[in-house]
């Protein structure tokens, strides 16, 4: 797979190539700011980008926004977003502009290539990614009441889901056969109060949307 | 200038004018009256009350001026004004008169205009203050007593002409009468041009006078307007005979002008009535600031002492420099054309200065009078103003604080966030690296030890990142409050209940001493039973923060005066009701400046 990587940070840029590399990607550019990745993506020929959340001039959003960018200049291309940040805000920014294609990941979580690679290939083939670490905090935090309705098993895949897996990938998580795993979607949809028949790229940021809310009003 | 005015006229001076101008009067009436043809007077009744009326209302209005304000030129014009306007009559009067008075007469035929003139341009300061003014009392002199007076009679004999009763011209260098028509005829045009002139220089000023200026002076520049209106009209009736006598229409003109010398006379005393009713005025404020010192009140009570509403107050800062108001606020005394500034100095330093009507410095006393009856009030008042400006300043320099505070935790958030953590990231990158290179090379012990130490640089990275959340969390500066609560809530227990949050964004150190507020109040929220809301309305242009939870605050003390510190730095408070179990419900108000 083509990736390219823009990060100001040299060190992490290098190693993030070496690590791709070693585990059989192929790197084809390597930029320290988002306005140099936009520029260069046509040349590039990426099947993904990844992109550090803060970057030159502001070191604020810098990464959202050329992700949005090439989300809409590259549809084809699919865009991983690198971030130091565990706040559910930013992912949700991102998935709410282009619910596909695009990955959300905390830095840290890169040098485990394994997780990276998985990412990657999710995003190249159209799922959305959220980090797992985001997802279990918003689980472990989330109202109590329609959640304590859920069994283990049922808040697991509902964790998978919030992460961004399709059916598929839930099975393959859980070793669970489809039609179980279909189940088991359906029937958090249910007790949540969610449309059932919500489209994957949907579901995941309803889910998402759910697990972001706070106690209800008293 | 006005020392020597000051020096001539004393009031022994002042004394013997009444009954001489009096006196001077009387015998002009009777002159006129034993030679009835050749005077404006005659024997009729309203000429002779016209003539003496406006000779005495001249006298006594230039008399009363002059004592109640020594230095002023305008008393003695007045003065003057009045056996100027008697001179015609003995000029006319041609059997068994004197001849210096006569000769007198003749000269002075005109020298009445001038002198009213003069008043009026320098009405009421007794001060010619603009070059045309000054241009024109020359010019009004040079025509009416040279041209038409002085020089004509050098070549005019009256015994030759029509008189030969008259008495002797005591001027006459060489008599020819076509010359002397001449020049009078000349000098006519010249008073004309000049009346003219004066009257609209006159209409202007009056047109122009803001309304405190308009009542004091608009009586005198109006009968001054009329009188040289009619004076015109009979310099213009006397130009096509080339000289000034007495007939009929003279007559009615010399009345018409000698009822406007009334008003104007009457005009200058209501002026001077007006100035003594300020002064009671000036009498009773000193009554009211004694009765009731409030806030500001020097101010205004000096505004309606002095019949000035834009008069300003600006006290001189003690230790600092500049002015401030009675708030405390900086200002800086006006510069305006017609304003005028006069410091108020108590031993030696500049206590404040006021700034006011031009206009009132016509009148030092009044001045100096309401100045002095507010002069306790304006002291107490500008160490009010300093204390308070004071009281501006510290509250300034604490937002200041605070904000430099928040500034630098920005700059430790982002550094941490940029330095630390992303070398952090690169390093546990680096070991990943090793340990596949190990795991290549088959080192097993290697293996473990590096998978320690990722595991070990994923811990710090976790700490370091909620560190930098503490310090000042990345989203409050780039998407605001809500979001930023919104953000908070998601570290906090499940039980936390997030109300209404304002959407849109506000000046940097509101929004950070909100959400520090919230923040700290359930900072230490425990896991079980961890319930708390955060609610932010807009209200009064301002934020209400309003935070409530439950279970034991650890240091609540020392917490609330934390946070009441960073509110009260922008002029907030806040308003803390616990409960004996802990309950806490606090309330802050920030206002948006």
Known sequence: MRVVIADDAMLMREGLARLLSDAGFEVTGKYADGDELVRRMGAAGAEVAIVDIRMPPTHTDEGLVAAERIRHSHPEVGVLVLSQYLESRYAMRLLESHPDRVGYLLKERVSDIAVLGDALKRVHEGECVVDPTIVARLVKRSRNDALADLTEREREVLGLMAEGHSNRGICDKLFLSPKTVEAHVGRILQKLNLPESVEYHRRVLAVLTYLRQTAPQE | ?593
């Open chain 2, 1 to 593: 200038m006005p020392n020597r005015l000051a020096g001539i006229g004393g009031r022994e001076v002042r004394l013997a004018l009444w009954p001489l101008t009096a006196a001077l009067a009387v015998t002009t009436l009777a002159l006129g009256r034993s030679h009835p043809d050749d005077s404006f007077a005659g024997r009729a009744v309203l000429g002779g009350a016209i003539e003496v009326g406006a000779a005495l209302a001249l006298a006594a209005a230039g008399l009363l001026f002059w004592a109640s304000r020594p230095q002023n030129r305008i008393g003695p014009l007045l003065v003057a004004a009045a056996p100027a306007w008697l001179l015609p009559e003995w000029g006319n009067n041609s059997e068994g008169g004197v001849a210096p008075l006569f000769t007198l007469g003749l000269v002075g035929f005109c020298a009445c205009a001038p002198f009213v003139a003069h008043v009026a341009l320098a009405y009421p300061s007794g001060r010619l203050q603009q070059q045309p003014a000054r241009a024109l009392a020359a010019i009004g002199y040079a025509a009416a007593v040279g041209l038409i007076g002085l020089a004509p009679t050098t070549v005019f004999d009256p015994r030759a002409e029509f008189c030969t009763a008259c008495p002797r011209n005591l001027v006459l260098v060489h008599a020819n009468a076509g010359l002397a028509e001449e020049i009078s005829r000349l000098g006519i045009r010249v008073a004309i041009g000049w009346a003219i002139l004066t009257g609209l220089l006159l209409t202007v000023r009056l047109v122009r006078s803001s309304r405190p200026a308009l009542k004091a002076t608009g009586p005198v520049l109006a009968a001054t307007i009329a009188y040289l209106g009619f004076a015109c009209a009979d310099l213009w009736h006397g130009m096509r005979r080339g000289y000034l006598t007495n007939d009929p229409t003279d007559v009615h003109l010399w009345r018409l002008q000698g009822a406007t010398l009334i008003l104007l006379s009457a005009g200058v005393v209501w002026g001077l009535i007006r100035a003594r009713r300020t002064r009671t005025s000036v009498a009773q404020l000193v009554v009211e600031l004694g009765q009731s010192p409030r806030v500001g009140g020097a101010r205004d009570m000096l505004a309606s002492a002095l019949g000035d509403p834009n008069l300003q107050l600006a006290y001189r800062r003690r230790s600092a420099g500049g002015y401030v108001d009675i708030e405390g606020d900086p200002v800086a005394p006006g510069t305006a054309a017609d304003r005028a500034t006069t410091p108020l100095v108590r031993d030696g330093r500049e206590l404040a200065v006021v700034v006011h009507d031009a206009e009132l410095l016509n009148d030092p006393g009044l001045f100096e009078d309401a100045v002095a009856a507010a002069r306790l009030a304006v002291e107490n008042e500008s160490l009010q103003a300093e204390v308070r400006a004071q009281m501006n300043e510290i509250r300034a320099s604490r937002a200041r604080i605070v904000a430099a505070a928040d500034a630098e935790r920005r700059h430790l958030e982002r550094d941490l966030h940029d330095g630390a953590q992303q070398r952090l990231v690169g390093l546990s990158l680096g070991v990943r690296l090793l340990r596949n290179e190990a795991a290549r090379s088959g080192t097993r012990d290697r293996i473990t030890e590096l998978d320690d130490a990722d595991a070990e640089l994923r811990l710090a990275l976790a700490e370091l990142r909620d560190i930098a959340h503490g310090i000042y969390p990345a989203v409050l500066s780039d998407e605001g409050l809500a979001a930023a609560l919104e953000t908070l809530s998601e570290r906090l227990p499940a039980g936390v209940r997030l109300g209404t949050l304002p959407d849109g964004r506000f000046p940097a150190s509101v929004e950070a001493a909100a959400y520090f507020a919230a923040a700290e109040i359930v900072r230490d929220l425990p896991e079980a039973d961890g319930g708390a809301s955060i609610e932010v309305l807009c209200k009064d242009g301002g934020l209400v923060v309003a935070v409530e939870r439950a279970g034991h605050m650890v240091d609540a003390d020392e917490r609330l005066v934390e946070i009441a510190d960073r509110v009260g730095a922008l002029d907030g408070e806040i308003d803390v009701r616990s409960r004996t179990n802990g309950h806490i419900r606090m309330k802050a108000k920030i206002p948006c400046v």
